[in-house]
């Protein structure tokens, strides 16, 4: 064969074989790129989830602790009307129970938007703890109801509403430290894992790029 055509021949080859480490470099980068997306944008994703769930959980205890604090603002009320009939009190037992029912309607209102946001565990322990907090408010009547009749079983009714709100304060708190260790066993996808998963791939990307160059 000609020398100038081997020449030629083998000129021609190195240079299809540049062109083909080259397109395979750069599919390879692209790749790498392309997964670096997808892993932020799910992390992104992830970060939005757990911060609605925070806000939901958030926003429920907080109404929970409303309902609570209602009802001891109730009973107050309704106490300081029965010890003293006659005396004008700037708010009547019939508006202190209004307010209960619109804590409890905000309540009832959370926790249906809390169920959107967790899971089927979460929505149990949320509804449980609202059905108890209504059990309350039933205990409240039943008490206000006993004392207007003056019977005799207001003493164990009122009895039976203050220990079941000092209960439910324990409730209350093992419901949240359940929520926070739901929450703390999510996946850990936050920005401190996802740095560190894109520099591994970097570091393999940069691998497999010099592997086949030097092939």
């Known amino acids: 064969m000609d020398p100038q055509i081997q020449g030629a ?24 790129s392309l997964e670096a997306v997808r892993m932020q944008v799910r992390g992104q994703r992830f970060d939005a989830r757990q911060q609605s769930r925070r806000e939901a959980h958030a926003a429920y ?21 029965i010890q003293h009939p006659e005396a004008v009190a700037i708010e009547t037992p019939a508006e202190a129970r209004r307010a209960v029912n619109e804590a409890l309607k905000r309540m009832w209102f959370q926790q249906s938007l809390l169920r959107l946001s967790v899971s089927s565990l979460e929505r149990m322990s949320a509804e449980s703890l609202a059905e108890q ?8 009547d039943e008490w206000w109801a006993a004392a207007l009749r003056r019977d005799a ?10 220990d079941r709100s000092d209960h439910l304060v324990d409730v209350i708190d093992h419901v949240m430290d359940q929520a926070r260790s739901w929450l703390e066993a999510a996946p850990v996808v936050d920005r401190h894992q996802r740095r560190l998963w894109e520099r591994l791939w970097s570091g393999y990307r940069d691998w497999r790029l010099r592997n086949v160059m030097s092939d």
């Open 9 to 32: 021949l083998w000129g021609a080859g190195a240079t299809a074989l540049g062109g083909a480490i080259g397109w395979l470099g750069a599919r390879s980068q692209a790749r790498a």
């Open 61 to 81: 205890f907080g109404t929970v602790e409303e309902v609570r604090m209602a009802v001891a603002h109730a009973r107050g009320v309704m106490v300081a009307h």
């Open 133 to 140: 907090m209504t059990g309350l408010v039933r205990v409240l």
């Open 153 to 162: 079983a207001v003493y164990e009714v009122d009895e039976r509403l203050r």
